[in-house]
C-alpha cells in the first residue's frame, strides 16, 4: 500500500497535477501564512482520505514546493517594475 501510494505521488508530479493543486490552494485561500497553512491542511486532509498517510505526504512535497516557487516568484517580479510591465 506504501509503495502505490509512493507512484500515485510520482504520477501526480509527472502530471503536473501538484502544480494546478498548488495553484488552485492559492487561489482560493490567498497568500498570507496562516491562509495558506490552512490550505496545505485542508487539502492534505483531502488526500488523506484515499490514501495512506505516507503517501499523502509524499504527494504534499512537490504540492508545497510549487507554491513555494510561485510565491517566490510572484515576490521577485514585484520587487521589479520592469518585469511587471513585461508580457
Known amino acids: 500500500m506504501f509503495l502505490g501510494g509512493l507512484f500515485v505521488a510520482l504520477a501526480v508530479e509527472y502530471s503536473n497535477l ?3 493543486i498548488a495553484l488552485g490552494t ?3 485561500v490567498g497568500c498570507s501564512p496562516r491562509r495558506l497553512h490552512f490550505g496545505l491542511s485542508m ?3 483531502f488526500i488523506s482520505f484515499w490514501i495512506s498517510n505516507s503517501a499523502a505526504t509524499a504527494m504534499m ?3 508545497v514546493k510549487a507554491i513555494l516557487m ?3 516568484a510572484v515576490s521577485h517580479k514585484s520587487r521589479n517594475p520592469i518585469a511587471i510591465l513585461s508580457p
Open 18 to 20: 501538484h502544480q494546478r
Open 26 to 28: 492559492i487561489l482560493v
Open 43 to 45: 487539502v492534505t486532509c
Open 61 to 63: 512535497c512537490p504540492i
Open 70 to 72: 510561485e510565491m517566490d
